[in-house]
């Protein structure tokens, strides 16, 4: 009995929420600003579809449709009279759907309630309309991969409650704005593989944890100070030098990548922490040694890869059960710890790479704990010993004389000279 009148109970509440959508439907109209606005955003942009991919703009349909309840992409408010469109997500983002060509138009700028804007990759030229810096509501605006030019609007920076900022692989140039720094909600920017030029700004909000602006043309330093809550930075492929010291502050880091600059000096003792488990510093100009700490626990998936450098001193044993571990083609000497071997055995060290240094020794343990030579890399020719018969190098980046060992001139040269030379061998 009880079951049944809650039953009826509960369809006459569907009953009740039914009637009052179908009531708000015909109330609820969507503001003739922003609805001009959609008129003008679809008619900059072409959709490119591909026979087999759905139309996007197909449920665009001026003439009847209700752009709030009907039109892909648009979400709009719900309390507000007239309602005003809140979410803009143009393109299906369905991998193989081609996108869209055209433009952005600047009456995105009419859409005054927006909080988000995405548009899916596709072929889309011209600038961002700096109109935008005017949505107050803003939280994300993405437009990554197409073929966006012109510089960054700095007035984008400006927005109160801007989260999200998203213009990676496009073909933006111009600096970067200073203005950055004064966003201070901003917690992810991408701005990765354009053609952006000149120095960083003096800092970046305070609040960033996503920071990645790989693959452009920027030179100088990293500012002194990063910000502290940071936990992804990649600033590889540009043309940046200088110390690492500012990344003292960046204790939460769990990714970084600043491979492929001229980034000099040593490395920052804070970088040796189990959290920074992707720590990518190859092709730089660092110097130094390692310090000598006890092994963090590394696990399944962390990659250290300070390879072609200019480190010097004895591997210690802070980066003992790093899954991927790039040493190659720097200046060690030494005997590699037998930790280091362990580790192999262990199957927690699946690559080691230390080729092309002045490794005078690489401990391996009785036949009974090698590690299965088919599931492991370790490449350690062209380093100044004898490479052990056991090791297994099929894996290893072969060129002609790979699996040698370094010629004794160099290595008697090398160990003989107290100052590090200045060219990098290969
Ligand atoms: C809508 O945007 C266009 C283009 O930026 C602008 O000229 C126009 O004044 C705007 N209309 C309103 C009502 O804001
Ligand atoms: C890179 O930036 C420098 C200025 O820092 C400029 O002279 C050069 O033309 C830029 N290169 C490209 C490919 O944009
Ligand atoms: C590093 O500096 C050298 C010498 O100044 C220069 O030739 C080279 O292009 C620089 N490399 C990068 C990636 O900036
Ligand atoms: C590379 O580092 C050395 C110091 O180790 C420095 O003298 C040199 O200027 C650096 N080169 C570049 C291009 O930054």
């Given at each position: 009995?009880?079951?049944?009148?809650?039953?009826?109970?509960?369809?006459?509440?569907?009953?009740?929420?039914?009637?009052?959508?179908?009531?708000?439907?015909?109330?609820?109209?969507?503001?003739?600003?922003?609805?001009?606005?959609?008129?003008?955003?679809?008619?900059?942009?072409?959709?490119?579809?591909?026979?087999?991919?759905?139309?996007?703009?197909?449920?665009?349909?001026?003439?009847?449709?209700?752009?709030?309840?009907?039109?892909?992409?648009?979400?709009?408010?719900?309390?507000?009279?007239?309602?005003?469109?809140?979410?803009?997500?143009?393109?299906?983002?369905?991998?193989?759907?081609?996108?869209?060509?055209?433009?952005?138009?600047?009456?995105?700028?009419?859409?005054?309630?927006?909080?988000?804007?995405?548009?899916?990759?596709?072929?889309?030229?011209?600038?961002?309309?700096?109109?935008?810096?005017?949505?107050?509501?803003?939280?994300?605006?993405?437009?990554?991969?197409?073929?966006?030019?012109?510089?960054?609007?700095?007035?984008?920076?400006?927005?109160?409650?801007?989260?999200?900022?998203?213009?990676?692989?496009?073909?933006?140039?111009?600096?970067?704005?200073?203005?950055?720094?004064?966003?201070?909600?901003?917690?992810?920017?991408?701005?990765?593989?354009?053609?952006?030029?000149?120095?960083?700004?003096?800092?970046?909000?305070?609040?960033?944890?996503?920071?990645?602006?790989?693959?452009?043309?920027?030179?100088?330093?990293?500012?002194?100070?990063?910000?502290?809550?940071?936990?992804?930075?990649?600033?590889?492929?540009?043309?940046?030098?200088?110390?690492?010291?500012?990344?003292?502050?960046?204790?939460?880091?769990?990714?970084?990548?600043?491979?492929?600059?001229?980034?000099?000096?040593?490395?920052?003792?804070?970088?040796?922490?189990?959290?920074?488990?992707?720590?990518?510093?190859?092709?730089?100009?660092?110097?130094?040694?390692?310090?000598?700490?006890?092994?963090?626990?590394?696990?399944?998936?962390?990659?250290?890869?300070?390879?072609?450098?200019?480190?010097?001193?004895?591997?210690?044993?802070?980066?003992?059960?790093?899954?991927?571990?790039?040493?190659?083609?720097?200046?060690?000497?030494?005997?590699?710890?037998?930790?280091?071997?362990?580790?192999?055995?262990?199957?927690?060290?699946?690559?080691?790479?230390?080729?092309?240094?002045?490794?005078?020794?690489?401990?391996?343990a009785a036949e009974s704990s090698w590690p299965p030579w088919d599931l492991v890399a370790v490449c350690i020719s062209?380093?100044?010993?004898?490479?052990?018969?056991?090791?297994?190098?099929?894996?290893?980046?072969?060129?002609?004389?790979?699996?040698?060992?370094?010629?004794?001139?160099?290595?008697?040269?090398?160990?003989?000279?107290?100052?590090?030379?200045?060219?990098?061998?290969?």
């Open positions: 009995m009880a079951k049944k009148c809650s039953l009826l109970l509960l369809a006459f509440v569907l009953y009740l929420i039914h009637c009052q959508s179908t009531i708000a439907q015909l109330q609820n109209k969507i503001s003739a600003i922003d609805l001009d606005a959609l008129h003008q955003i679809k008619n900059t942009l072409i959709d490119i579809h591909a026979v087999s991919s759905p139309h996007f703009f197909s449920s665009w349909d001026f003439a009847s449709g209700d752009p709030c309840s009907s039109f892909a992409g648009v979400t709009c408010s719900s309390s507000e009279q007239p309602r005003r469109v809140e979410s803009l997500v143009l393109g299906t983002g369905l991998s193989g759907s081609p996108g869209f060509a055209g433009t952005l138009s600047p009456f995105i700028a009419n859409l005054t309630e927006l909080s988000q804007l995405v548009l899916f990759a596709g072929i889309v030229t011209g600038s961002i309309p700096s109109e935008l810096g005017s949505l107050k509501k803003l939280r994300v605006i993405s437009l990554t991969n197409n073929l966006l030019t012109g510089t960054i609007p700095a007035s984008i920076f400006s927005l109160p409650d801007l989260h999200t900022l998203d213009l990676g692989h496009n073909q933006l140039s111009g600096t970067m704005p200073p203005t950055i720094s004064a966003s201070i909600q901003l917690k992810v920017l991408v701005l990765a593989d354009n053609k952006i030029s000149g120095q960083l700004p003096r800092g970046f909000p305070e609040k960033l944890l996503h920071l990645d602006f790989s693959q452009n043309n920027i030179s100088g330093m990293l500012p002194a100070r990063m910000s502290a809550s940071l936990r992804y930075l990649s600033a590889s492929q540009n043309r940046m030098w200088g110390p690492l010291n500012c990344l003292e502050s960046t204790l939460e880091l769990e990714y970084l990548d600043l491979s492929m600059n001229n980034f000099s000096g040593g490395l920052p003792t804070s970088l040796f922490q189990p959290k920074l488990t992707s720590m990518l510093l190859q092709r730089n100009n660092l110097s130094g040694g390692f310090p000598p700490l006890a092994p963090y626990p590394y696990g399944p998936g962390s990659i250290i890869d300070l390879s072609r450098n200019f480190l010097t001193g004895e591997l210690t044993r802070v980066l003992v059960g790093v899954e991927s571990l790039f040493l190659n083609n720097n200046q060690l000497k030494g005997t590699v710890p037998k930790e280091y071997f362990g580790s192999l055995s262990l199957g927690k060290t699946k690559t080691l790479y230390l080729q092309h240094n002045y490794i005078t020794g690489f401990p391996t062209y380093n100044c010993m004898e490479v052990p018969v056991v090791v297994g190098i099929m894996a290893c980046p072969s060129g002609i004389g790979e699996q040698i060992s370094r010629p004794a001139y160099q290595c008697s040269a090398f160990h003989n000279r107290n100052t590090t030379p200045k060219e990098k061998e290969d």
